[in-house]
């Protein structure tokens, strides 16, 4: 076996995915390893592929917006289409990562503030009943 393929094995642990991760993205037409009968050997295209699909995936974008992106790079205009619909892909997903933050900064403030509420009617709770002794 040349240096340039991997098995499905050295595929999980060099980018620690489970071989049904890898199956999954195959059947989902993303990934497109070498059969040697039940044997699948990954290409080095394979491997820029799945880090791309893991980067995206880390990043939220849906794997149809993968799938998509992956097919751009074949255009034939040195990945200028790809880069520039990843850019406004990615400019989307980080408003939305952004909203997200805001709100779940909200809904921590608005947390702390119960808890502090709570515990000082425990405290006054507690107080009131050591003074009714």
Not at 6 to 22: G, H, K, N, S, Y
Not at 62 to 68: A, C, D, Y
Not at 127 to 133: F, R
């Amino acid at each position: 076996m040349t240096v340039d393929l991997m098995t499905i094995r050295e595929m999980c642990d060099a980018f620690d995915v489970t071989p049904r991760t890898l199956r999954f993205y195959e059947a989902k037409e993303l990934l497109f390893p070498i059969r040697e009968g039940q044997k699948r050997l990954f290409t080095r295209r394979d491997r820029a592929r799945l880090k791309l699909i893991l980067r995206g995936k880390r990043f939220g974008f849906s794997l149809e917006e993968i799938r998509q992106l992956l097919e751009l790079y074949d255009m034939g205009d040195q990945q200028q289409t790809q880069l520039a619909r990843t850019c406004e892909i990615a400019k989307q997903r980080l408003a939305d990562m952004e909203r997200q933050r805001e709100e779940l900064t909200e809904a921590i403030d608005d947390l702390r503030e119960q808890l502090q509420w709570g515990e000082k009617m425990i405290q006054a709770n507690a107080n009131d009943k050591k003074a009714a002794e």
